[in-house]
């Protein structure tokens, strides 16, 4: 089973920048899905960004200002939100789709961490 932690919300102002991390543990598997998605006070969740076999989708909303990356040596998948607006606040969510050794395909969500924009 693959889990995932998430950290590096907070409190920022608008323009300000934030990094958010998505920690994958487990053993015996490969990543080739992964996306952040959001869901604000009121709405229903929504993705933020979605890659899967070097296709990237952002939102329109964060094109330009969002970026997701990877570190394999880590696995770990980074957002790094530039430009942040206080529409951008939302608890964040990371997922994770991607093959256990073994064969069997799995898809993991974070637990998500609280990103506040505001002066």
């Known amino acids: 089973q693959v889990q995932l932690v998430e950290f590096g919300g907070g409190l920022v102002q608008p323009g300000g920048s934030l990094r958010l991390s998505c920690a994958a543990s487990g053993s015996n598997f490969s990543i080739y899905a992964m996306g952040w998605y959001r869901q604000a006070p009121g709405n229903q969740r929504e993705v933020v960004v979605a890659t899967s076999r070097n296709i990237t989708n952002y939102a329109d909303a964060v094109k330009g200002r969002f970026t997701i990356s990877r570190d394999n040596t880590k696995n770990t998948v980074y957002l790094q939100m530039n430009s942040l607006k206080p529409e951008d606040t939302a608890v964040y969510y990371c997922?994770?789709?991607?093959?256990?050794?073994?064969?069997?395909?799995?898809?993991?969500w974070g637990q998500g961490t609280e990103v506040t924009v505001s002066s």
């Open positions: 997922n994770v789709g991607g093959r256990m050794d073994s064969g069997s395909h799995f898809t993991s």
